[in-house]
């Protein structure tokens, strides 16, 4: 079922879910990206007019190994294509519980409302109370009211002021959505979303379900990488990222922190206090420290590299203050670590005077602050991305983007396939689509002082690469909706989702078949890029941002026209056209001639 919520009207309905969707497009990430081509088009992301899409997939609500994620899909203010974000929480347990695979939420409220979907009862409260409040404030507020057993997803203040790379957070240090999708929350007057579900989901093959999950959850904590990822989590890479060139250091200007030991994983354990972690895993990775204020931070590996090394800061308590000011206010840690180190490099060139300087502490702290508020004219300005603002300041050459969307945590001067990675995701520079640096540095690792020849290398072989993890991650994953990490970072066989699947759809589910559906929403989602972008898609939108061609680290850079080849081999394993676009062919093969006629005049 999918409940529709019209903020404007107040209407509210519930449709089936055609089958055939499900069967070409599982769920979440692929049923998000179905209702936004269809629904969702020319429209201005921050009005009433966008969507946004809560969606969950076949693995939530049941007891799936790290299947408690939920997508978070709208038009992006950031980017203008298409956005998504994937969050760990008990909503996406409480949704599918409460009978639903997905909300689409429509219109806009003139009073800040908050919706309470309790089963088949659902109803537009007043927010009234809550407006203005940080993202755990709310949370901790909502579950007085309605209960602790309830999954809840918030925006914070950024959100409310339509803060470009506003969040949703659930759960005090779950976030998801870093294309906009917390500004889409707030232009919609949306504070939060509560739902409790009290049914049951159904498992077409029981027996099946209950022997393959059962043996899934025995077998992770006997993998060998088990116990260190249970000390470091994601932390573990930001040693590595800087033993291998690969750690953005002061706005991507360096790759190697000359601090770096003071904010990795090591320090983080002599710093922590707890853990938490997703619904359903038995893996949890969310350390938790105490920042210089003495609150609790929940710690990522993404969150501290770009508030740490990325801004020149070198002592985690302080890190771990900006990052629990992002999820207070429920900004991305990733974007505002590039638009702060971004404010710091255009202040040493003397374009930003009241910008802090690379490490400067309180002045972070407050800048931070001030973003979220959109309070005065520089914060107002990286409110609205570092795109928008290098535009402005005719500081692009410095702006580390893809399509609008900030560049995680990922150094590319002597990685093409990870910059093609970046180049090419379905959102913008993600690495949640093809984290394919670890198998460019795995397959050479560099010696101390040494770069590998394979690393500097553009084989068409990193092209194929990069489409395998998409598949994979920006694919599978996002359409199941399950935690990839156990594959990822414990080497689960892949095969058990394939096996999971198939035992609670009743269908025969291999892995070559949920790759089609994985190509499929691909092909799907570029064509809504193009479509989008009316004329103005190019293939230079899948380039990565310019420093990498440009700056030299170490002598090392990349080279833009081994790049563009690259870039073309990639296009040609994927069915698309010299430009990036699906072919009529390709289209057809996949199933999607309902786009045919939209792109008309575009295909080749
Ligand atoms: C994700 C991106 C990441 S990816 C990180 S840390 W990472 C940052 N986390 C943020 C945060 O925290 N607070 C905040 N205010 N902003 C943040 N921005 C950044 O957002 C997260 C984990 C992690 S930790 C990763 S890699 C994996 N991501 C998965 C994914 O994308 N899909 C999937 N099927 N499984 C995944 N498992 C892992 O989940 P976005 P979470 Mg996230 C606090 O949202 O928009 O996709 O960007 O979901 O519940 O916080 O778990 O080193
Ligand atoms: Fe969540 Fe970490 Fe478990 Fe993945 S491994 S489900 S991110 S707690």
Same mark, same amino acid.
């Given at each position: 079922?999918?409940?529709?919520?019209?903020l404007s009207?107040?209407?509210? &309905?519930?449709?089936?879910?055609?089958?055939?969707?499900?069967?070409?497009?599982?769920?979440?990430?692929?049923?998000?990206?179905?209702?936004?081509?269809?629904?969702?088009?020319?429209?201005?992301?921050?009005?009433a007019?966008?969507?946004?899409?809560?969606?969950?997939?076949?693995?939530?609500?049941?007891?799936?190994?790290?299947?408690?994620?939920?997508?978070?899909?709208?038009?992006?203010?950031?980017?203008?294509?298409?956005?998504? =974000?994937?969050?760990?929480?008990?909503?996406?347990?409480?949704?599918?519980?409460? =009978?639903?695979?997905? +909300?689409?939420?429509?219109g806009t409220s003139e009073k800040p409302v908050y919706?309470?979907?309790?089963?088949?009862?659902?109803?537009?409260?007043?927010a009234?109370?809550?407006w203005?409040?940080? &993202?755990?404030?709310?949370?901790?507020?909502?579950?007085?009211?309605?209960?602790?057993?309830?999954?809840?997803?918030?925006i914070?203040?950024?959100g409310e002021?339509?803060?470009?790379?506003?969040?949703?957070?659930?759960?005090?240090?779950?976030?998801?959505?870093?294309?906009?999708?917390?500004?889409?929350m707030g232009s919609k007057k949306l504070k939060?979303?509560?739902?409790?579900? &009290?049914?049951?989901?159904?498992?077409?093959?029981?027996?099946?379900?209950?022997?393959?999950?059962?043996?899934?959850?025995?077998?992770?904590?006997?993998?060998?990488?088990?116990?260190?990822?249970?000390?470091? %989590?994601?932390?573990?890479?930001?040693?590595?990222?800087?033993?291998?060139?690969?750690?953005?250091?002061?706005?991507?200007?360096?790759?190697?922190?000359?601090?770096?030991?003071?904010?990795?994983?090591?320090?983080?354990?002599?710093?922590?206090?707890?853990?938490?972690?997703?619904?359903?895993?038995?893996?949890?990775?969310?350390?938790?420290?105490?920042?210089?204020?003495?609150?609790?931070?929940?710690?990522?590996?993404?969150?501290?590299?770009?508030? %740490?090394?990325?801004?020149?800061?070198?002592?985690?308590?302080?890190?771990?203050?900006?990052?629990?000011?992002?999820?207070?206010?429920?900004?991305?840690?990733?974007?505002?670590?590039?638009?702060?180190?971004?404010?710091?490099?255009?202040?040493?060139?003397?374009?930003?005077?009241?910008?802090?300087?690379?490490?400067?502490?309180?002045?972070?702290?407050?800048?931070?602050?001030?973003?979220? *508020?959109?309070?005065?004219?520089?914060?107002?300005?990286?409110?609205?991305?570092?795109?928008?603002?290098?535009?402005?300041?005719?500081?692009?050459?410095?702006?580390?983007?893809?399509?609008?969307?900030?560049?995680?945590? *990922?150094?590319?001067?002597?990685?093409?396939?990870?910059?093609?990675?970046?180049?090419?995701?379905?959102?913008?520079?993600?690495?949640?689509?093809?984290?394919?640096?670890?198998?460019? +540095?795995?397959?050479?690792?560099?010696?101390?002082?040494?770069?590998?020849?394979?690393?500097?290398?553009?084989?068409?072989?990193?092209?194929?690469?990069?489409?395998?993890?998409?598949?994979?991650?920006?694919?599978?994953?996002?359409?199941?909706?399950?935690?990839?990490?156990?594959?990822?970072?414990?080497?689960?066989?892949?095969?058990?989702?394939?096996?999971?699947?198939?035992?609670?759809? =009743?269908?025969?589910?291999?892995?070559?078949?949920?790759?089609?559906?994985?190509?499929?929403?691909?092909?799907? +989602?570029?064509?809504?890029?193009?479509?989008?972008?009316?004329?103005?898609?190019?293939?230079?939108?899948?380039?990565?941002?310019?420093?990498?061609?440009?700056?030299?680290?170490?002598?090392?850079?990349?080279?833009?026209?081994?790049?563009?080849?690259?870039?073309?081999?990639?296009?040609?394993?994927?069915?698309?056209?010299?430009? %990036? +676009?699906? &072919?009529?062919?390709?289209?057809?093969?996949?199933?999607?001639?309902?786009?045919?006629?939209?792109?008309?005049?575009?295909?080749?």
């Amino acid at each position: 079922m999918i409940l529709r919520v019209n903020l404007s009207t107040r209407s509210i &309905t519930k449709e089936q879910v055609d089958e055939r969707t499900l069967d070409d497009f599982i769920g979440a990430r692929g049923l998000a990206a179905k209702i936004i081509w269809d629904e969702v088009k020319d429209v201005d992301p921050l009005s009433a007019d966008n969507k946004l899409v809560v969606a969950a997939g076949p693995f939530n609500g049941l007891r799936t190994p790290s299947g408690g994620k939920l997508v978070i899909a709208a038009k992006s203010p950031l980017t203008g294509g298409y956005g998504d =974000g994937n969050i760990g929480t008990m909503a996406s347990v409480h949704l599918r519980k409460a =009978g639903y695979m997905a +909300i689409v939420i429509e219109g806009t409220s003139e009073k800040p409302v908050y919706l309470y979907v309790e089963d088949d009862h659902v109803s537009i409260l007043s927010a009234e109370g809550i407006w203005g409040l940080s &993202t755990f404030d709310t949370e901790r507020k909502l579950k007085e009211v309605h209960g602790d057993h309830v999954g809840v997803l918030s925006i914070g203040p950024a959100g409310e002021n339509l803060v470009r790379f506003a969040v949703v957070i659930s759960q005090e240090g779950r976030s998801g959505g870093r294309p906009g999708m917390g500004a889409v929350m707030g232009s919609k007057k949306l504070k939060a979303i509560v739902v409790k579900g &009290t049914k049951d989901v159904q498992v077409k093959d029981k027996r099946a379900f209950e022997e393959y999950t059962r043996e899934v959850y025995k077998i992770i904590p006997k993998l060998p990488a088990y116990d260190f990822w249970m000390r470091q %989590g994601t932390l573990a890479t930001l040693e590595w990222a800087n033993k291998n060139r690969a750690l953005p250091t002061r706005n991507f200007s360096q790759v190697k922190f000359e601090y770096a030991r003071s904010v990795d994983g090591y320090s983080m354990e002599a710093m922590k206090v707890t853990k938490r972690g997703c619904p359903n895993c038995n893996m949890i990775c969310g350390n938790v420290v105490l920042d210089m204020e003495g609150k609790e931070s929940e710690l990522d590996y993404e969150n501290v590299g770009m508030l %740490g090394p990325n801004t020149g800061m070198p002592s985690l308590n302080r890190v771990a203050v900006l990052n629990r000011l992002a999820d207070e206010l429920g900004m991305d840690t990733i974007s505002l670590g590039v638009v702060l180190s971004f404010a710091m490099e255009a202040h040493e060139k003397g374009k930003i005077k009241e910008a802090p300087g690379f490490g400067e502490y309180e002045k972070s702290v407050e800048l931070t602050k001030k973003i979220a *508020y959109r309070d005065g004219e520089l914060a107002n300005l990286l409110a609205d991305g570092v795109k928008k603002a290098a535009e402005q300041l005719g500081l692009e050459n410095i702006a580390m983007h893809v399509k609008g969307l900030e560049v995680s945590a *990922y150094n590319c001067y002597i990685y093409p396939a990870m910059a093609l990675a970046y180049g090419t995701s379905a959102i913008g520079a993600h690495h949640k689509e093809a984290w394919v640096i670890a198998w460019e +540095i795995g397959t050479s690792p560099l010696e101390e002082g040494a770069v590998s020849k394979y690393t500097m290398t553009y084989s068409s072989e990193k092209a194929s690469k990069v489409i395998e993890q998409q598949r994979i991650r920006g694919g599978m994953f996002e359409m199941l909706t399950a935690c990839r990490l156990p594959w990822v970072e414990l080497g689960l066989d892949l095969d058990w989702y394939a096996k999971i699947l198939s035992a609670i759809t =009743g269908k025969e589910w291999t892995l070559t078949r949920i790759f089609e559906a994985a190509d499929r929403v691909y092909s799907l +989602i570029r064509s809504y890029w193009v479509r989008e972008f009316k004329g103005k898609w190019d293939r230079y939108m899948d380039y990565p941002p310019e420093r990498w061609f440009e700056q030299e680290v170490d002598g090392m850079k990349l080279e833009k026209d081994k790049y563009d080849q690259l870039l073309s081999e990639y296009y040609k394993l994927r069915g698309w056209d010299e430009r %990036g +676009i699906p &072919t009529t062919e390709t289209l057809k093969g996949q199933k999607l001639d309902f786009v045919l006629n939209e792109l008309k005049g575009v295909l080749s």
